[in-house]
């Protein structure tokens, strides 16, 4: 989900005004409050786990000042604030425009479900401390890993087209995908064209014809785009997490029972998110709104290890591109 960056501007004032005179010295005061932000709406599940932690933190000294929705910037606004500690603390995803390593994220096929999922990505997993020796590069510290869900490629309305076997089907096919190059050779392997578009234009993309199909589309944002659309194939092709991200300078600044205290309350809460998670998955796939009609599964075991084979093809210049973005 990598979309255009947006240097400092309005937002990052507005930021400011609100944050730093609230961490002057870099230790969180009883009296003060705490920005945590993020830059999607409240069906999201950036927004359950903001509410659950705020919920952890009930009769503790600590005052969150929450802002939901992009407020204080879009999701690459929000990784560079939290680098420059303007907003201590966000829910984003990697910006690899600052480190070509953090596109570690989407790479396809690590995982096959959610109890592999769970085992490499949550709450104690070997992952947080491979993302963490980059983020730390970067003034970051993530304090865990968000899970969100497996992706899916979605057809739009009107193209008759349901690509089941890969790459034949796939062929004439204009698919978006973000403005990685591992997600274009990617879905190039698979049979699509691949078209670089940033998030916010994927409604339009669809709704105009730009594309005829999305990938990286987890059940939440393929709900929110069931009016374009006709099918969802469930690939699995990814499992898309993001991070909880915080100003490292700003973390270790912190009191320690103010840190111990957030830390548990984050852990508590990404622990529950895991659970919560796979029963939300499974409520916006059964939603009657739902391009339901055309809700296939990809993934037997044959595909499975069809589409491994697939991606091989960019396995090796990914490593490559990956050194050399490092």
Known sequence: MIG????????????????MAGFAGGQAQADESLILAHAMNTDHVFHALSERF???????AINIDYHPGGDLGDWTSLFEQSMQGVVPMSLTWGASEFDGRLDLA???YVVSNWEQAQKLYGPGSDMLD??????HELGLHAVGIIPTD???VVIRKGVGKVPVNFPADA???KIRVPGLPMAVERFNNLGFSAVPIPLAEVYTALQLGTVDARSFSTAVETYSLRDVLETNILTNDYFEHAFWLVNKDWWEGLE???REALQTAIDTTLEW?????RQRVKSSCKRPEMPGSKWLNWMTPNWRLRAKLLMKRNGRPWRKSLALRS
């Open 150 to 152: 497996f992706g899916s």
């Open 130 to 135: 491979i993302y963490n020796g980059i983020l």
């Open 273 to 277: 998110s895991w659970g919560k998670l």
């Open 4 to 19: 255009a960056l947006k240097r400092f501007s309005r937002t990052t004032a507005l930021a400011l005004s609100l944050g």
């Open 54 to 60: 705020m919920g952890e933190l009930d009769g503790k």
């Open 171 to 173: 062929n004439g096919l």
């Open 256 to 258: 320690t029972a103010d």
């Open 106 to 108: 989407y790479l396809g």
